[in-house]
Nanobody, 115 residues
Framework: QVQLVESGGGLVQAGGSLRLSCVAY????????MGWYRQVPGKQRELVAV??????TNYADSAKGRFTISRDNANTVSLQLDSVKRTDTAVYYC??????????WGKGTLVTVSS
């Protein structure tokens, strides 16, 4: 089992910056990729950004040019949010994928962007 613990959410003004971090605990061997998804009430959870062990990244169009994902070490992933918009308000979930295909999710951290 893998436990993912997020931190760094909160209130930020539009145009500002915020950094989210996620640490994986437990059976972290064979984690292939880590990343971030987000969800707003009434909508499906959507990809924000993912990074694999080789450093390859995949960003949602809405995140390109504003957000930066990084793997700080084997069990930590961060998401730097810059130039945030009201539409970035959501619960952000940390995600990890193992080579076996198993997916793991954190409990989520709320990001609220004010005008």
């Amino acid at each position: 089992q893998v436990q993912l613990v997020e931190s760094g959410g909160g209130l930020v003004q539009a145009g500002g910056s915020l950094r989210l971090s996620c640490v994986a605990y437990g059976s972290i061997f064979s984690i292939n990729a880590m990343g971030w998804y987000r969800q707003v009430p009434g909508k499906q959870r959507e990809l924000v950004a993912v990074i694999n062990n080789g450093g390859s990244t995949n960003y949602a169009d809405s995140a390109k040019g504003r957000f930066t994902i990084s793997r700080d070490n084997a069990n930590t992933v961060s998401l730097q949010l810059d130039s945030v918009k009201r539409t970035d308000t959501a619960v952000y979930y940390c995600y990890a994928n193992k080579v076996s295909g198993m997916d793991y999710w954190g409990k989520g951290t709320l990001v609220t962007v004010s005008s």
